[in-house]
Nanobody, 125 residues
Framework: QVQLVESGGELVQAGDSLRLSCAAS????????MGWFRQAPGKEREFVAH????????YYADSVKGRFTISRANAKNTVYLQMNSLKPEDTAVYYC??????????????????WGQGTQVTVSS
């Protein structure tokens, strides 16, 4: 069992940077691959980024590639999402999620076993 708690979301201006954190409790955080998803008002939840167990491999949605960076600190049971050059279209509730193994279709929500409650990011223009 893994419990995930996101933090760091806030209201920022376009062009600003923000770092989200996701703290995990429970056993063996390093055994899980981790992902970030987001859900904008009136839209379905979408994949943002994924990181391997060791942190050596990362994947990104095209919409955030080059602007967002996912990382993890296994010793701290924490995964991060550094967001730079934020745009109004990045406004959403951001969720972190944990998967018990690597799947090639890591962009799919059903591959993740545990989810956090989400943190709101609002980017004003």
């Amino acid at each position: 069992q893994v419990q995930l708690v996101e933090s760091g979301g806030e209201l920022v201006q376009a062009g600003d940077s923000l770092r989200l954190s996701c703290a995990a409790s429970g056993r063996s955080f390093s055994n899980y691959t981790m992902g970030w998803f987001r859900q904008a008002p009136g839209k379905e939840r979408e994949f943002v980024a994924h990181i391997s167990r060791s942190g050596s491999t990362t994947y990104y949605a095209d919409s955030v590639k080059g602007r967002f960076t996912i990382s993890r600190a296994n010793a701290k049971n924490t995964v991060y999402l550094q967001m730079n050059s934020l745009k109004p279209e990045d406004t959403a509730v951001y969720y972190c999620a944990a998967a018990s193994r690597y799947y090639t279709d890591y962009v799919k929500e059903y591959r993740y076993n545990y989810w956090g409650q989400g943190t709101q990011v609002t980017v004003s223009s």
